[in-house]
């Protein structure tokens, strides 16, 4: 099994750096994972938004390994507790699904030609986080779901 986290921009602050580095490095052991950064495309300089998101779509889904389950993160999807995603993992590694792909888009969201790739979709809730953040809770929460489904205490 295999993660893939495909992320519209680049961490430029180190502190988010940091964050992600660390989960990263506690999910090793457990899980191969593999972060895809995509360029953020300025709506003013790509002919609109909807350009924007186009062209940032080509290259989220160019980024997905053409197998891999994809899990969109957006406010709309379903809210599952650190259990129930660990439980979910574990369900699509049973039906055969070893490499899983999750997108967090960009500032403006994702193309349509995204949301039809994705095979389903993943909230935190009904806050609006910035997307380094939600890299940053994405990653310590497949590090945690590795924890729940072995049965071993979270490292703290």
């Avoid at 993160?73 to 070893?98: H, M, N, P, T």
Wanted: net charge neutral.
């Amino acid at each position: 099994m295999a993660f893939t986290v495909v992320a519209v921009g680049k961490l430029k602050e180190k502190f988010w750096k940091a964050a992600c580095d660390e989960y990263l490095k506690r999910l090793q052991p457990y899980m191969r994972t593999n972060v895809v950064e995509v360029a953020d495309i300025d709506p003013a300089r790509a002919g609109g938004t909807d350009a924007a998101r186009a062209k940032e779509g080509e290259a989220i889904l160019a980024a997905i390994p053409s197998h891999a389950h994809v899990v969109l993160l957006a406010i709309e999807g379903s809210e599952r507790s650190s259990e129930d995603f660990s439980r979910r993992l574990d369900k699509l590694l049973v039906q055969g699904k070893s490499d899983i792909a999750f997108v967090i888009g960009g500032s403006d969201g994702v193309s349509d030609a995204v949301r039809a790739r994705a095979d389903e979709t993943l909230s935190f809730g009904p806050i609006t986080l910035p997307h380094n953040l939600a890299r940053v809770v994405l990653l310590e929460q497949l590090y945690r779901a590795q924890k729940i489904s072995r049965g071993e205490p979270y490292h703290k």
